[in-house]
């Protein structure tokens, strides 16, 4: 049996020890949230609660994976680290890959990508991206960022 601490949005000064406390502890993975940002209001519902409201305030700090997971990884040998969920149709494939490769390289192959398609229309007006289209651009982006990773 493996164990995953999914750690929440929290301070950014918390990474670290926690990626410490984890891998002391025997855990083998730590998941790492996403969203490029969460508005003051939210226009749709959050689908993964009984009354569509979320449950964290809009100040909550919410720090990017992509450099939260290196952080950590820098301070530990052991446990492997992983997006829980990166918001993909709101990122452009070919610098994810790079950013996936580039982690997976600083950290000896301990990175793994999860992968979601986003909620929040706000996060795709205002990163300019179409809302509509997210699970195309989603199975697209995997075939780049799958290609890109394979090399040759």
Known sequence: MRFTVPLPMMPAHHYVP???????????????PDSVFFPETVSADYPFSADGGRWWPADTPFIDPFVAIPAM????????????????????????AKQVASIAAISSDRFRLGVGISWIPEEFAWTGTEMRTRGARTDEAI??????CAGG
Do not use: W
């Open 18 to 32: 926690m990626a410490r406390a984890a891998e002391s502890n025997g855990f083998d993975s730590i998941a790492v």
């Open 73 to 96: 990884a820098a301070v530990t040998e052991r446990v492997t680290f992983l997006t829980n969920v990166l918001k993909l149709p709101l990122r452009n494939p070919l610098l994810v």
């Open 143 to 148: 075939d780049i960022i799958k290609a890109v």
